[in-house]
Nanobody, 117 residues
Framework: QVQLVESGGGSVQPGGSLTLSCAAS????????MAWYRQAPGKQREVVAT???????NYANSMKGRVTISRDSAKNTIFLQMSHLKPDDTALYYC???????????WGQGTQVTVSS
């Protein structure tokens, strides 16, 4: 009964900022490896940022320096803060929870980010 729900997407101009949220239910997300992925039309899904149970973060080279991933344990939520957005950041952004014990990935429904003039 794990459920991930993303929110916070929208349309912004180049150089703008957005913060995405992923609220988890049915699971304590703090004990799992979490990540944000994105997929643009006609392209493969790619990882944007990851955060370990020890809150060690890693970022895709294309967005390094422009994004921050974080956890709010009280709200059972992870965030993706994005700034200096570019048109090629336009994509559907997904929240991911990886259960290594069960070899199972859980995904949210995605939230759309559109960057255009």
């Amino acid at each position: 009964q794990v459920q991930l729900v993303e929110s916070g997407g929208g349309s912004v101009q180049p150089g703008g900022s957005l913060t995405l949220s992923c609220a988890a239910s049915g699971v304590d997300m703090d004990i799992y490896f979490m990540a944000w992925y994105r997929q643009a039309p006609g392209k493969q899904r790619e990882v944007v940022a990851t955060i370990s149970t020890g809150n060690m973060a890693n970022y895709a080279n294309s967005m390094k320096g422009r994004v921050t991933i974080s956890r709010d344990s009280a709200k059972n939520t992870i965030f993706l803060q994005m700034s200096h957005l570019k048109p090629d950041d336009t994509a559907l952004y997904y929240c991911n929870l990886r259960d290594m014990l069960k070899y199972r990935d859980y995904w949210g429904q995605g939230t759309q980010v559109t960057v255009s003039s």
